[in-house]
């Protein structure tokens, strides 16, 4: 979300809130006296006096003043009353009012017309994953052998690789096969995609083989599957994929660590377990950026969001879950392979997801042995 976009969100919230600030107060645990009956008070600010300050939501907009140190408006005296930094407050609010910050962002000029009309040309132009295409044949030599792929990632048989060359121009370099997978704004449009060039059915070495297109991506995840009460989020499509067979848990894929502090969960998840990289080899970066998101989560209990929060790392330094996926696949695999008598042609098919829930248990122990 860039600076105009969250100051255009921030306006948002102020208008919707704009006369509702003394429930809204209310609800974030202020003193009722000091709400409803208006009371002069010793202020909250200065911590002085005993009737220098009152609310006085002049103006509908929450506001108060001090005779010592002077007024402000209700998200500061909010702040100033809960402890809470500005953006956790932000979301406490919009999440009181109903607001989905997804919303704010699709109603953001986030692409300009070009830019969506490519987007989504390119979308169009894709098809559903199947096993037998490069997608699905990509995506099995990682062991995530699917019975069915998820709506929001197709193939697309001939998508132009760009590069940058010497003065910065975007030049065309060649036509690959890709995986494409679709972002949706709150009203389930694609705005933006993520392409992963896949020449000669593998991932395109060095580090542009994944390329997203559009504006606002930032905290919106690829929603590959619909969450329940229960909700699993991983960095990358593969990743994701992966948790999603080894737990049958429903899987968002973030698009990146440092979009998951960012990350926007329905109000009807009360499970999140949040599955990741173990950057230890490097600068912990997927550790630290799990937590953050888990820390969040569990300061929005303050607003009575009741959640409980999981976050799986796996032991090993430069490991990450679609990693011990594919061992465990590999070893299966190889189990099944060494017993002549069962002809099995076909990799391991993870289980239902109504499988019951000792098995999905099990399955959970085993893929934290592989970690
Ligand atoms: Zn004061």
Redesign the pocket.
Known sequence: MTKEEYQRRIQDVKAKAHGRWPELLLHLGLDARMISKRACMP???????TD??QFTDKYGDGSYF?????GGDGFKLAQQMTGMDFHTLLLAIESYLGMNPLAAQARSPRSSQDGLKDILRIWNEACAVTADDVVGRYLASRGLVLPAYPSALRFHPKLTYYSKDGNGRSRPVADYPAMVACLRDAEGNVFAIQRTYLPDGRKLSGADAKKSLGRGISGVPVQLYEPTEELAVSEGIEKSLAVHLATGKPTWAMLGAGNFEKLWIPDTVTRVSIYADNDADGDFTGQACAFALARRLKREEKEGMRREVRVFVPKFPGVDWSDIWLRRWQAEMERSQAAPQQVQCQPPRPRPRHAEPRATERKRAEMMELA
């Not at 202020?43 to 006096?49: S, T, V």
């Not at 001090?66 to 002077?70: A, E, I, Q």
Request: aromatic share 14%; glycine share 14%.
């Open positions: 202020c909250p600010f200065c911590a002085k006096g220098r300050f001090c005779r010592k140190c002077g």
